[in-house]
Nanobody
Framework: QLRLVESGGGLVQPGGSLRLSCAAS????????IGWFRQAPGKEREGVSC????????NYADSVKGRFTISRDNGKNTVYLQMNSLKPEDTAVYYC???????????????WGQGTQVTVSS
């Protein structure tokens, strides 16, 4: 069974950092582009970042450029999202997803994790 499991979310103060992990089971992650998405209450799910199969290419939403870094360790079948200088508006449930194409658009991703909550508040 193909599964993606996110971890690393939590409560952090503004300006703080978190590192999210996305671990795959039941399939080899390096066959797929991996994207991170987030959904805040009452808002649409939006693309945050994605990384190519090899890790050589990355993309970021304008709202997180310079603050978030996506990376992958195919040997560990895991993708990471390092989030620095967090702001209250980063509060959301964060999801990782696997798909065939580098894109921040949801419809390119067919496999999704269950999400992890990130709350940025003082």
């Amino acid at each position: 069974q193909l599964r993606l499991v996110e971890s690393g979310g939590g409560l952090v103060q503004p300006g703080g950092s978190l590192r999210l992990s996305c671990a795959a089971s039941g399939f080899t992650l390096d066959y797929y582009v991996i994207g991170w998405f987030r959904q805040a209450p009452g808002k649409e799910r939006e693309g945050v970042s994605c990384i190519s199969r090899s890790g050589s290419s990355t993309n970021y939403a304008d709202s997180v450029k310079g603050r978030f870094t996506i990376s992958r360790d195919n040997g560990k079948n895991t993708v990471y999202l390092q989030m620095n200088s967090l702001k209250p508006e980063d509060t959301a449930v964060y999801y990782c997803a696997a798909g065939p194409r580098e894109s921040l658009l949801r419809h390119w991703y067919g496999y999704w994790g269950q999400g992890t909550q990130v709350t940025v508040s003082s």
